[in-house]
């Protein structure tokens, strides 16, 4: 929602008053990437410290604290991800910018219910959920998750140089 916002600022003209203003365009897609980021990060520390206190306040012993929020913090890059094609969404197709919703959706109907569903591995293996290691329960691996943020540097940095390149609105 957060790098959504962009486009909705361009299309209401909010967006000509903040870049008629001493901020490049630049500076105004990373400051909005970087708080997609930030909010991403503190939610899913949130969410970890929350499967803690709930699994001590239900009687569980024996609970790791830095394996469960490491757990959820492993999950980072792919979230990234989707804040990287909403950037490159924005920046390069802003009437497309509703398929960040849809990413969104396909992308926890695949993790949350792939398995599930019965779907083929290979369609399950399309969310940047799916190559990451399921830490704790899995050995932690850097590799899956360094090659996401990879993608992500190029999907941010393509959909910046986009939006560089095009009129508002």
Do not use: I, N
Not at 67 to 75: I, K, R, T
Not at 86 to 105: D, E, K, Q, S
Not at 128 to 145: H, K, M, Q, S, T
Request: glycine share 14%.
């Amino acid at each position: 929602a957060c790098v959504t916002r962009l486009h909705g600022e361009e299309e209401s003209g909010r967006g000509e008053l903040v870049l008629a203003a001493a901020v490049s365009r630049t500076r105004w897609v990373g400051a909005t990437v970087a708080v997609a980021c930030a909010g991403s990060l503190l939610l899913l520390l949130t969410s970890g410290l929350g499967l803690v206190v709930g699994y001590v306040l239900g009687g569980g012993e024996g609970v790791s604290l830095t394996e469960v929020v490491g757990g959820q913090l492993s999950y980072l890059p792919a979230v990234l991800v989707v804040v990287g094609v909403a950037v490159l969404l924005v920046g390069a197709r802003p009437r497309a910018v509703p398929l960040a919703w849809v990413v969104v959706a396909a992308v926890a109907v695949l993790a949350l219910l792939g398995q599930s569903l019965g779907l083929p591995e290979g369609v399950e293996r399309v969310s940047p959920f799916a190559v990451l290691p399921g830490v704790p329960v899995e050995p932690f691996d850097p590799v899956p998750g360094a090659v996401e943020l990879v993608v992500v540097a190029l999907l941010v940095g393509v959909g910046t140089w986009a939006s560089r390149r095009r009129d508002l609105g």
